[in-house]
Nanobody, 125 residues
């Protein structure tokens, strides 16, 4: 089992920055990749970004490219999501997820076996 705990969400003005973190514990050696998803009120959960734990390979949804950056700290078993130039449409609950099997399908939530509880990010316009 892998446990994921997000932190760092909050309220920020449009154009501002925020960093959210996801600390992993348990069988972290089994993790192949981690991802961030978000779910806005009344909308489906969508893929934001992901990172291969060992190689650092990353993927981003087009709407956040150039604004969001995913990174990891192997020693702390923590993944970070740095969000810059935030927009009102970035408002959502952000979820951290982990998968143990290789897959090229970054954006499919079903590929991820473990999920955090989510952290709210609100961008005021």
């Amino acid at each position: 089992q892998v446990q994921l705990v997000e932190s760092g969400g909050g309220l920020v003005q449009a154009g501002g920055s925020l960093r959210v973190s996801c600390a992993a514990s348990g069988r972290t050696a089994s993790v192949y990749a981690m991802g961030w998803f978000r779910q806005a009120h009344g909308k489906e959960r969508e893929f934001v970004t992901g990172i291969v734990w060992s190689r650092g390979t990353t993927a981003y949804v087009d709407s956040v490219k150039g604004r969001f950056t995913i990174s990891r700290d192997n020693a702390k078993n923590t993944v970070y999501l740095q969000m810059n130039s935030l927009k009102a449409e970035d408002t959502a609950v952000y979820y951290c997820a982990a998968k143990t099997l290789w897959s090229s399908k970054w954006s499919e939530a079903g590929q991820y076996e473990y999920w955090g509880q989510g952290t709210q990010v609100t961008v005021s316009s």
